[in-house]
Structure formats: C-alpha cells, structure tokens
C-alpha cells in the first residue's frame, strides 16, 4: 500500500462505546496530524506528533485521547463521544527536508474516517 | 491571528467554463506559505501548490492557475475549461513560516468552496 490509510472508513457509535481509528503511513515521513473536519467549519487540528513525540494539542476534550507507537502509526481513541464530535476525522503525515523550513512541508492526507455518535 | 477567508461557499458551472476561486488570508508573519488542496468525494485532500511569500510570480499547470497578491492578501485559484472531473471540494491554506521546530507544520484551513461542474 502506497500514501496514508485511514481505517475504519466509516464508524458508527454509541456515547458510551470506546472505539479507535487508526491511520498508517507508508511514505517514510516523520511528523503525523489528525483534523477534524465538521460541516462548513475550517479543518481543526487536533494532535500533531513529530518523532512519535506529541508537539501539539488544540485543546481537545479527553475523551479523544491519541497515540503514536511510531513513526507509521497514529491512533485516535474515542471514548464517550457527544454526538457533536459526529464528523469526518482525518490523519495526514509530512516530512521535514532535514533543515529545510518546517511551514512549507506539504502535508499527504488519508481518505478520512466519517464517524457518526448515536 | 491567522486567518484563512474563502467566501465563496458552492460555486456551480458549465462544463469548459473558466471559474475563479477567492482566498484572502491574515497573518503577521513576513514569511508564510499559502496552499491550495482539492478534496473529490472520496475524502482525501489532494496537494495542490504551495507558494512562499517571497515569490509572487503566478503559476500555471495545465488549466490550472494562481494569482498571488500580497498587497491584497489573496490567493486565488482558477480553473480554465472546467471540466466533471474538477468537482470538488476546495481548500486554500496557510502556515507560519516556523510554527514549530523540526518536522511539523501548521496549517490553518479557509472553510473550502464546493465546487460543481455540470455537464
């Protein structure tokens, strides 16, 4: 497989269900995000994680917690989902040029999960 | 504060028509990198370009153009001879020439412009 998979590419769920959404990459980068993209809103960053280390939070509620095992994994735990959080999640990877500057990586984006909280 | 504007909301067109999609975006910074992406209906945010804030030279590709202005702050996208195939979602974005040290990078999204090419 080429370029970031996202699984599973739909998920419906209940509030008190715990699920997970996964995403790999297979292109060698070595910083992962996940956005979250909800009807006729910008895509929120959620978490960004460079060398398997987490450098950003956006102020996400607990009850989306993510991991990063390395650097071709990246995870995003639900757990007591509101239905608000209903809405496509998306994972994306990028690499630095080794000294290049950081703000013009361009980012590879998986096809999404759509998750739907019941 | 960064900020990413695309007012247009849905746009629809005639297949082989031209159409121009707007971007106005805020920053501070001096050094900034603008993107478009393309999203089809399968999902997946498709790299356009990307253009440093120090080069406003427009670019074409194909039927695809873009006309940086800084003295306006925009980023506009055209397509030449749209065709079904075009239809999408649209993103413009922005980032910080540095937001962080190392490998990361930013970005900050406008709310994308639907686009619909009839035939």
């Known amino acids: 497989e080429t370029g970031v998979t996202q699984t599973p590419r739909h998920l419906v769920m209940g509030m008190t269900n715990k699920k997970s959404l996964k995403c790999e990459q297979h292109?060698?980068?070595?910083?992962m995000y996940w956005y979250k993209q909800s009807a006729k809103k910008p895509l929120e960053l959620m978490f960004v994680?460079?060398?398997?280390?987490?450098?950003e939070n956006n102020s996400v509620p607990s009850r989306f917690s993510p991991e990063c095992p390395n650097s071709s994994h990246l995870f995003l735990h639900l757990h007591t989902l509101q239905p608000e959080d209903s809405a496509l999640y998306l994972c994306?990877?990028?690499?630095?040029?080794?000294?290049?500057?950081?703000?013009?990586?361009?980012?590879?984006f998986g096809a999404g999960s759509r998750l739907t909280v019941l | 504060a960064q900020k990413v504007t695309q007012a247009q909301t849905e746009i629809s067109v005639v297949e082989k028509e031209d159409v121009t999609l707007d971007c106005v975006y805020e920053?501070?910074?001096?050094?900034?990198?603008l993107f478009w992406y393309k999203q089809p209906p399968s999902g997946e945010l498709v790299f356009l370009i990307r253009?440093?804030?120090?080069?406003?030279q427009n670019e074409i590709s194909g039927r695809y153009s873009w006309n940086f202005q800084k003295s306006t702050s925009s980023f506009n996208f055209t397509i030449t001879a749209s065709q079904v195939v075009d239809s999408a979602v649209y993103f413009c974005?922005?980032?910080?020439?540095?937001?962080?040290?190392?490998?990361?990078?930013?970005?900050?999204f406008g709310t994308g412009t639907l686009l619909a090419v009839q035939p």
């Open positions: 994306a990877s990028s690499q630095s040029k080794g000294g290049g500057i950081s703000g013009a990586n361009v980012l590879t």
């Open positions: 292109l060698g980068h070595n910083a």
């Open positions: 994680y460079s060398l398997e280390e987490r450098v």
């Open positions: 920053t501070r910074d001096t050094t900034y990198y």
């Open positions: 253009r440093n804030s120090f080069d406003e």
């Open positions: 974005a922005l980032s910080e020439a540095q937001a962080w040290g190392g490998a990361t990078n930013k970005l900050i």
